[in-house]
């Protein structure tokens, strides 16, 4: 949590997940990073928690660090404004156009870029790892409509489908999750060819 400069030249891009959005540690932290950084909307499905943490985040802040050469400091960051939404669901899904309109406005009245990310799991496809398949359709008909605001998604994929329990002396099998579900490489490649069409179309 203390480390984002030490850090800031291995990484090109951050997510701050539904439960840590709200806290402050984390949106200094993110104010200190030199790449975009997304926040999920809450767990319930809200939207201001990530919108007041892009705000947050685009500010300065002093907090206790480490430096490049690994040595505690107080540093002074000058607040990072690349920072997103990530749309994760919530009580329900909220990838669709209907939702992603509602986000345009909520950011567009607190002054922040139309920017929106859109994770095709966890609530948004009720944590059954296959519907990412369905989310990714909907997604890609908004963005062959020219819907603009979208930035890009968040999969989760493996070379083999599903997951597996991690146990003690029991052999594991190669490539497939031992966290959350995934989609296996196949359905990967066919849901990113769906996505790089869909781009091609808006860009007509």
């Known amino acids: 949590m203390i480390t984002p400069q030490y850090l800031a030249d291995l990484m090109s891009w951050g997510a701050i997940g539904a439960r840590t959005t709200e806290s402050q540690v984390h949106r200094e932290l993110a104010s200190g990073l030199s790449c975009p950084v997304g ?23 002093c907090f206790l660090s480490v430096t490049k050469w690994g040595h505690s400091a107080i540093v002074n960051t000058s607040g990072n404004g690349d920072c997103h939404i990530i749309l994760r669901g919530g009580k329900e899904p909220n990838y669709s156009a209907k939702h992603v309109a509602e986000v345009k406005e909520g950011l567009n009245k607190a002054g922040l870029p139309a920017q929106v990310m859109i994770d095709f799991s966890h609530a948004n496809s009720s944590k059954q790892f296959k519907k990412q ?3 990714c359709a909907d997604v890609c008909q908004q963005i062959a409509g020219g819907e603009k605001a979208i930035i890009g998604v968040m999969v989760e994929s493996h070379l083999v489908e599903g997951n597996q329990s ?34 091609k179309a808006r860009r007509g």
């Open 133 to 135: 398949m369905d989310v």
């Open 39 to 61: 926040f999920k909307n809450g767990t319930d499905g809200t939207i201001k928690v990530a919108i007041d943490a892009i705000n947050a985040a685009g500010a300065p802040h």
């Open 166 to 199: 991690l146990e003690s002396g029991e052999p594991l099998a190669y490539g497939k999750s031992i966290t959350d579900a995934c989609i296996g490489w196949e359905d990967t490649d066919a849901l990113l060819r769906q996505l790089a069409n869909a781009v």
